[in-house]
């Protein structure tokens, strides 16, 4: 199975953009050799990993919106109830929120809102064990099938199996360290002109996994002193902090790249 990129724009400018020109388009790439990208096979604890990923950023992503509903109810919230929970931090929040009482409040406006702050506290309650419940079941297959992947310094989880997803069940399909940053995002582009030559910022490629290299580099520069060595030099010779981390996301790429499992 060949992977197939999307179309030259031109072409699809030209031609417009259905399900039969893609077909044909795709088609055409294969037997001119101009595509040659292996797909992913989608067939093992990878895949496994993925489907199980998405059920918890789903739940994360409940849980981030549900809190920001508590805050928000707490800025209209009456007076009294804003004395009792505003300002507090996230655990703290939640669970003064539980323990609210509606029926003990005469005023409907007041009653109301602790009742929607309550529903929504446990809603929280909730997601918080099904992450957790997925986190369980998460751990043990990257354990199983990326020991390595998880001893990388600054390596979590969550960052892991992001990582792993991109590379897929196969990763030897990836030709090269080389192609791995590409496909993370983090290799720079070629954008010489005349006598100028450099470099640009590559803004394509996986940018969940781009996301993930740069969590790493983040962790590794708050406790890591040879990476806070490392943006100390740079700086003092004139690079910005964003090209410093741009510099590091493409070493920890290079890093993870060599505890990517294999077959």
Not at 11 to 17: H, M, V
Not at 79 to 94: A, E, H, S, V, Y
């Amino acid at each position: 199975m060949i992977e197939v990129d999307r179309h030259n724009r031109q072409n699809r400018r030209r031609q417009g953009k259905s399900d039969p020109i893609d077909a044909v388009e795709a088609a055409r790439a294969v037997l001119s050799g101009s595509v040659r990208g292996k797909a992913k096979s989608r067939n093992g604890a990878v895949e496994a990993i993925r489907v199980l990923v998405v059920a918890k950023r789903s739940a994360r992503q409940a849980r981030v919106k549900a809190l920001t509903q508590m805050r928000q109810l707490t800025f209209t919230a009456p007076d009294q109830l804003q004395c009792r929970i505003k300002g507090l931090p996230t655990p703290q929040f939640i669970a003064a929120a539980k323990g609210l009482r509606p029926t003990r409040s005469a005023d409907p406006v007041t009653a109301a809102t602790k009742a929607s702050l309550a529903s929504l506290a446990h809603r929280i309650g909730e997601l918080d064990e099904e992450i957790a419940e997925l986190d369980a079941r998460i751990t043990p297959l990257l354990e199983a099938h990326a020991p390595e992947l998880l001893n990388v310094y600054g390596v979590g989880i969550d960052t892991a199996a992001t990582l792993l997803v991109t590379a897929g069940d196969n990763p030897e399909r990836l030709r090269s360290e080389a192609a791995w940053a590409h496909l993370c995002g983090v290799s720079p582009l070629q954008a010489s002109s005349g006598k100028v030559a450099r470099h640009r910022l590559n803004r394509g490629g996986d940018r969940q996994a781009n996301r993930a290299l740069w969590i790493i580099v983040i962790s590794r520069l708050a406790s890591d002193p040879e990476t806070q060595a490392y943006m100390e030099r740079r700086v003092k010779e004139g690079r910005s902090k964003r090209e410093v981390i741009r510099m590091l996301k493409r070493y920890v790429a290079r890093e993870v790249y060599r505890q990517l499992p294999r077959g």
